[in-house]
């Protein structure tokens, strides 16, 4: 069985940092993409980063300059450096993974950690 947890969400003034970790566990299955997603109410499920195995990196628009994604494939985990945050990015922050497995494609999503930036 093939897992995400994520860790390192919470409360930050604007401006303030924050990084978001997550980890993948079970066996025998490959990694390709891992990423983060954000979430509020209301609104659709909404890429912020994702990076390749190979290293490839895509981010939101929103994103670009004050986010960097990390990514360590012997550990199979994914980091989120979230810099100069801002009140809009407020949001439920989900890991997200996909790869191959026995049984073919693998698609596994975190529980999602609470992001709130508020003065």
């Known amino acids: 069985q093939v897992q995400l947890v994520e860790s390192g969400g919470g409360l930050v003034q604007p401006g303030e940092s924050l990084r978001l970790s997550c980890a993948a566990s079970?066996?025998?299955?490959?990694?390709?993409?891992m990423g983060w997603y954000r979430q509020t109410p209301g609104k659709q499920r909404e890429l912020v980063a994702v990076?390749?195995?190979?290293?490839?990196?895509n981010y939101a628009d929103s994103v670009k300059g004050r986010f960097t994604i990390s990514r360590d494939n012997a550990k199979n985990t994914v980091s989120l450096q979230m810099n100069s945050l801002k009140p809009e990015d407020t949001a439920v922050y989900y890991c997200?993974?996909?790869?191959?497995?026995?049984?073919?494609?693998?698609?596994?999503w975190g529980q999602g950690t609470l992001v709130t930036v508020s003065s």
């Open positions: 990076i390749t195995s190979r290293g490839s990196i």
């Open positions: 079970g066996s025998s299955f490959s990694i390709n993409t």
């Open positions: 997200h993974l996909s790869g191959n497995y026995y049984l073919g494609y693998l698609e596994r």
